[in-house]
Structures are given as C-alpha cells and as structure tokens.
C-alpha cells in the first residue's frame, strides 16, 4: 500500500531551539495533514495543507505542502516543554477516500 | 459537544474472545474510519465508512469486523481476539472524505 516516509524518527533538543520534521511519498497528494500526540491520548490536527505551495502557521508551528506534491514539512519555532509528543503527517490521494500515516516523530525537548 | 468518544479505555481478553470497541460522534460527521497503532507503525486504517450502511476496508482488515447503522456510531468487533490484536484503537472521524479527521482517546486492547 502507500506509504509516507517521515524522519526524522525522533528529535532530541534544547528548550528554544527550532525543529524541523518532513514526509515524503512516491505517490502525488492532494491533501498534507499535520498531528500531534500526547502521551495517553488521540491525534490532534494541528495543521491542514490543500494545494501545492501552501505554507500555513498555527502559532509557532509553520507547515508547507510541497511544490512537486510529493513531500510536506512542519516546523516549529522557539519549543517549549510543551511541544513534546508524536508528531504525524498524513496525505491523502486525489480520489481516495483514505489517509495514509507516516511512522511518526517523536520529540523531546531537555529544559 | 463531545466530539468523539470511544470505549473502553483499557481492555484486557483471553485468545479466542470476541468484544466490540466501541465509538460515538456527535459532530454529524458522514466519514468515520477505525485505526491501530502499534510501536513505530504509524496509524494504520483497518475499516472506514463514508456513510451510514457504507463501509469498507483499509490496509489491515484482517480479523475485523464493522457496521454502520447509524450517522453516529460505528462499533468495531474483534470475532475471535489473536496477540497480533494487541495494540491501541483510535476511532476517527471527519465531515468529509478522509480530510481533517478528528480523533477519539483511543482504547488500549491486550490479548493474552
């Protein structure tokens, strides 16, 4: 089946640094999603990219759907103790009526 | 407003016991899907259904069951529990196609 290749698989970083995380498949996608997850709990949509070239912020978190389609990237700027979790990227397929997950990156942040 | 909500929080069954996981939306939503997480897996999709009395597999069906009576709820049921079964359970859902899906708290199932 499809897959999205998400690295790096785990982050380990200062308090204040920036962080940068990307997904990239074979297959071209018309939507790039970005999750969070907290330890115990469910995925939260943290942000939503729906045409090539987008770059969408939330806060201090910066995601771009890539030009060529294939790829996407989050980051996050000045982290805080906060920003630790699982972070996800999902696309889906023009057409498909599913998402496919990449493995996930797993941040941690040293105070 | 609840969002999603599943049930139970935490199971524990024996190999060859059947249970349904239960999920619930209150958002309206016509797309809800069922997914598994296991240790540098991701989510994996193992049903999904656009709609009441629609459904359809995803990657990992196998040993999975769902039906979908109702805009709100859509159980899944596992028809005789294996060890490869042991995993964390997100249902999800989301108003339209697969986009922007909104997460339950998961179920964490152990099979012994």
């Known amino acids: 089946g499809q897959q999205l290749n998400q690295s790096p698989q785990s982050m380990f970083i200062q308090e204040g640094e920036d962080v940068s995380m990307n997904c990239t498949s074979s297959s071209i996608f018309n939507t790039w999603l970005w999750y969070k997850q907290d330890p115990g709990e469910g995925p939260v949509l943290l942000i939503a990219?729906?045409?090539?070239?987008e770059l969408t912020s939330n806060g201090r978190l910066t995601a771009q759907f890539g030009i060529t389609r294939k790829d996407s990237f989050l980051n996050i700027s000045a982290s805080i103790p906060s920003d630790v979790g699982i972070y996800f990227c999902?696309?889906?397929?023009?057409?498909?009526?599913?998402?496919?997950f990449g493995q996930g990156t797993r941040l941690t942040i040293n105070p | 407003n609840a969002g999603v909500t599943q049930t139970p929080k935490f199971q524990v069954l024996k190999t060859g016991q059947s249970m349904t996981l239960q999920c619930a939306q209150d958002?309206?939503?016509?797309?809800m899907s069922w997914y598994r997480q296991d240790p540098g897996m991701g989510l994996r999709l193992i049903h999904y259904?656009?709609?009441?009395?629609?459904?359809d597999q995803g990657e990992v069906p196998n040993g999975y069951n769902v039906s979908r009576s109702t805009t709100e709820d859509f159980p899944l049921r596992l028809l005789s529990a294996a060890p490869s079964q042991t995993s964390v359970y997100f249902c999800?859902?989301?108003?339209?196609?697969?986009?922007?899906?909104?997460f339950g708290p998961g179920t964490r199932l152990t099979v012994l």
């Open positions: 958002m309206n939503h016509e797309y």
């Open positions: 990219l729906y045409k090539a070239g």
């Open positions: 999902a696309g889906r397929i023009q057409g498909a009526q599913k998402l496919v």
């Open positions: 999800a859902s989301s108003s339209s196609r697969a986009d922007t899906q909104y």
């Open positions: 259904s656009v709609g009441a009395g629609i459904t």
